[in-house]
């Protein structure tokens, strides 16, 4: 099982745990791109000029895949996510229904430009 690692401030983790929010979000920056894409053939990141195209190209499109796959890139394929409160040992972990770029819910913490959206399923731990 592929399981993505995130940990989460309070306010996020709590609401998460609840059930009342069933997804989270992340900036598309450098950052992230490593931990949500690999190149199709050598399975490593872009960086550099390639890195800033790439990020122009998806805020423009708002389509992950076909982004990626414009790039040479795929998607990593997360089977799961596990928040952890902080850096602490307290866990919980959710299927992963996908990563997608959109606007969030703002009463979740998202900020008003687009953003990576990280889609919950049910809770498997």
């Keep these: 099982m592929k399981i993505l690692y995130m940990p989460l401030k309070k306010q996020w983790f709590e609401m998460i745990e609840r059930g009342e929010k069933t997804e989270e979000y992340r900036e598309i920056k450098p950052y992230y791109i490593p931990r949500f894409f690999e190149d199709r053939l050598s ?23 076909q982004t990626a796959d414009d790039f040479g890139l795929w998607l990593k394929d997360y089977d799961a996510v596990c928040f952890s409160y902080g850096y602490t040992k307290r866990r919980m972990t959710f299927e ?7 606007h969030g819910r703002p009463e979740w913490g998202a900020p008003n430009h687009e953003t990576f959206i990280i889609e919950l399923g049910k809770r498997l731990q």
């Design 43 to 65: 399975r490593e990141t872009i960086a550099g000029p390639l890195l800033d195209e790439f990020i122009s190209d998806l805020r423009d499109s708002g389509n992950v895949e």
């Design 96 to 102: 992963c229904k996908g990563i997608t770029i959109g």
